[in-house]
């Protein structure tokens, strides 16, 4: 590698570094202080960079919140799956409902994290406008499993559906069984839902 190519090279990984650091200042000042009560200077002043350099990255504050929502949602699938397959389960329809226990228990142990993200997890496979250097990523996930689904059940039409469909099931649902016990406390709702999952998936 010549020296233009090492310049180009640190250019690029103090971009990134800068970009991570934005985003890492975001995450705990919204988690500490909420998202209206943030604002822009708030996180540069926190990464320890201009406030023009914000600009280079980001729109404005939603757009970072919206990019943090991807990545923790993404995060959360990535640690479910590598969970799942340290366990070695070979039915795709427990593995789907391994990964939501986890992905439910997270959110369980950490209801600041649910608050975070919302009724929002589909956004961590399936957003790819609001995916940029980590799109690969993302769509690996995605289609990992969208695979998985239609080797478990050649019926299903549309794989990509009908996963998008679990996802925001339990994201919608589960948001409301964890936070205010509606329709039922989690442990009661956990079941039902994991029935309907099922359904879906040997439809």
């Keep these: 590698m010549d020296n233009f190519d090492t ?3 640190k250019i690029e990984e103090n971009k990134l570094e800068k970009r991570e650091n934005l985003l890492a200042s975001a995450y705990n000042l919204f988690m500490r202080k909420g998202i209206h009560k943030t604002s822009i ?3 540069t002043d926190n990464a320890g960079v201009a406030k023009g350099t914000f600009y280079l990255y980001f729109i404005d504050k939603w757009d ?6 991807i990545e923790r949602s993404y995060l959360l699938f990535d640690e479910a799956m590598i969970y799942s397959n340290n366990k070695r389960i070979k039915s795709f329809k427990e593995k789907i409902l391994d ?5 439910i228990n997270a959110f369980i142990e950490n209801k600041e994290l649910l608050k975070f993200i919302g009724r929002n997890l589909s ?3 399936y957003n790819d406008s609001l995916v940029d250097e980590y799109q690969e990523q993302y769509k690996n996930v995605r289609d990992i499993l969208e695979k998985e689904l239609k080797s478990y059940n050649s019926k299903i039409k549309n794989a990509k559906a009908t996963l998008f469909m679990i996802i925001e099931l339990i994201s919608s649902t589960c948001y409301d069984s964890i936070l ?3 329709p039922l406390s989690i442990d009661k709702y956990k079941p039902i839902l994991f029935n309907e999952i099922k359904k879906m998936i040997d439809k």
């Excluded at 970072?64 to 929502?69: D, G, M, S, V």
């Excluded at 990964?99 to 992905?103: E, M, Q, S, V």
């Design 64 to 69: 970072i919140y919206e990019k943090l929502i």
């Design 123 to 125: 956004l961590g496979i």
């Design 180 to 182: 205010n016990d509606i």
């Design 99 to 103: 990964i939501a226990d986890y992905i």
């Design 7 to 9: 310049e180009m090279t």
């Design 41 to 43: 200077s708030d996180i």
